[in-house]
C-alpha cells in the first residue's frame, strides 16, 4: 500500500496567520490517464469529514480561497493564507491514484 | 440536495454479524460509485470497500483488512448501498461512513461498536 506521511502532526497557529501541511507519498500519485489523485480533508470534532481539494490543487464548492493545494509526484501541500476560528480540526491527504486509497496520518490545526 | 444517511450502528458481540445501510438522496444514484469508509475512536481515516456503478459492472472492492469478512451491494431501485459485516472482531468498532464517486460527499456515519 501508498504510505502517506504528513507533517507536522499538530500545528498550532494564531488567527489570521498562514499554516502549511505536507503530505508525502511513497511512490508517485500521477496515474495512468495523467491525472494525480490527491486529495485533502477537514474534519471538525463530531463530524464527518469534508472534501476541500481534489487532483492536487482543486478546490471544492464553497471551499473558501484561502485554501490552496499544490505539489505533484510524491511531494504535496496544503496551505491556509489566514487562519479563521473555522479552520481548526484535523486536516487528512489521501491518495486515489493506487489501490487501496490511504490516508495520511491527519494534522491537528489549534488556535494558539 | 445530496444527502447520504448511515443507519444499522450498534453494539455487537465478536464473531456476529451486522448489517449498515446508506441511504442516499438528491442525485441518480445509478450513476455513481459508493465507498465506505471508517474512523476508530480517536484514530485516523480508513478506507474500507466500494461498489461501482452498474454501468461499470457493478464490482466491488475491499481493504485487506475487511476482505472476506465484508460484503458491500446495492439497490439502485431504493437508492441504497450496504455494508454486510460477518465475523466481527472488536478491532472493527469504529465510526462507518459512506461516500459518493470521488469522495465529494459522506454521510454523518453510523458507530459500530463490537464488545462481549
Known amino acids: 500500500d501508498v504510505v502517506m506521511t504528513q507533517s507536522p502532526l499538530s500545528l498550532p497557529v494564531t488567527l489570521g496567520q498562514p499554516a502549511s501541511i505536507s503530505c508525502r507519498s511513497s511512490q508517485s500519485l500521477v496515474y495512468s490517464d495523467g491525472n494525480t489523485y490527491l486529495n485533502w480533508f477537514h474534519q471538525r470534532p463530531g463530524q464527518s469529514p469534508r472534501r476541500l481539494i481534489y487532483?492536487?490543487?482543486n478546490r471544492d464548492s464553497g471551499v473558501p480561497d484561502r485554501f490552496s493545494g499544490s505539489g505533484s509526484g510524491t511531494d504535496f501541500t496544503l496551505k491556509i493564507s489566514r487562519v479563521e476560528a473555522e479552520d481548526v480540526g484535523i486536516y487528512y491527504c489521501m491518495q486515489g491514484t493506487h489501490w487501496p486509497p490511504t490516508f495520511g496520518q491527519g494534522t491537528r490545526l489549534e488556535i494558539q | 440536495e445530496v444527502q447520504l444517511v448511515e443507519s444499522g450502528g450498534g453494539l455487537v458481540q465478536p464473531g456476529r454479524s451486522l448489517r449498515l445501510s446508506c441511504t442516499a438522496s438528491?442525485?441518480?444514484?445509478?450513476?455513481?460509485?459508493l465507498s465506505w469508509f471508517r474512523q476508530a475512536p480517536g484514530r485516523g481515516l480508513e478506507w474500507v470497500g466500494f461498489?461501482?456503478?452498474?454501468?461499470?459492472?457493478?464490482?466491488?472492492e475491499y481493504a485487506a483488512s475487511v476482505k472476506g469478512r465484508f460484503t458491500i451491494s446495492r439497490d439502485d431501485s431504493k437508492s441504497i448501498v450496504y455494508l454486510q459485516m460477518n465475523s466481527l472482531k472488536t478491532e472493527d468498532t469504529a465510526v462507518y461512513y459512506c461516500?459518493?464517486?470521488?469522495?465529494?460527499?459522506w454521510g454523518q456515519g453510523t458507530l459500530v461498536t463490537v464488545s462481549s
Open positions: 461498489i461501482r456503478s452498474k454501468p461499470n459492472g457493478g464490482t466491488t
Open positions: 487532483k492536487v490543487s
Open positions: 461516500t459518493r464517486g470521488s469522495y465529494n460527499y
Open positions: 438528491g442525485f441518480t444514484f445509478g450513476d455513481y460509485a
